[in-house]
């Protein structure tokens, strides 16, 4: 899905409202043997970003369907998450160094 020049992705969460994302990055697992999964970072929409306005960024493991779309599942174990971190702050360092 195409939103201008970024790439967006619709969820619903759990009282079936639908948010407009931004996906920043995706990733599979940099350990397979560990986590042999598939992430998406992303953030919520809301409107027109202000240029100094904190984004709340969510990460999530991702399960590709058949044809477009899949299911997010939750980051649930302290280990994943420090991978997630860690390769999600290697990312933003390189898009300041840009």
């Given amino acids: 899905m195409e939103h201008g020049e970024h790439k967006t992705m619709t969820i619903i969460d759990e009282k079936g409202n639908e948010h407009v994302c931004e996906i920043i990055l995706t990733f599979d697992s940099p350990q397979p ?45 302290d280990e994943e998450w420090d991978m997630i971190e860690e390769i999600v702050g290697a990312f933003l360092d390189e898009e300041d160094e840009e």
Avoid: C, N
């Avoid at 560990?34 to 990460?59: C, M, N, W």
């Fill in 33 to 77: 043997e560990k986590f042999d999964r598939s992430y998406v970072v992303y953030h919520v929409l809301t409107g027109e970003p202000q240029e100094d306005e904190e984004v709340e960024i969510h990460a999530s493991a991702f399960i590709p369907s058949e044809g477009e779309g899949g299911d997010l599942m939750p980051i649930e174990d």
